[in-house]
């Protein structure tokens, strides 16, 4: 682990080194890792958000086309681009989270620890 204060087993969250990074450091250092999993995932994205988007009639072409400008998006923007360019609000960030939930894997839970 990169962090000290994981490693080490500390138990305040200020001991942490990845606590004191601010979001744009976070974006930076684990955007091509997240990068990587949204390009592998624009299908399963789409089909989320497909009814929330306007289309012209033609589905499969209007996938291919979302699914085009995501993936042309997503390969061109760099961490800034997220952090400066005001791409989440309050409609979008409920519309990302509850994709995302749906996306998600459920972790399964062990016999005998409470979470």
Known sequence: SEC????????????????QLSLLEKLKKYFEQIRADMLSKIVIYYSKFEKKLPHSGEMEKDKVIYCGVARTFIITCAPETVYF????????DNYIAEAFQECTPKKKRSRGVSQ
Request: with cysteine.
């Open 4 to 19: 000290a204060g994981c490693r080490d087993g500390m138990k305040s969250a200020v001991l942490h080194f990845h606590h």
């Open 85 to 92: 360019g005001r791409y989440i609000s309050d409609e979008t």
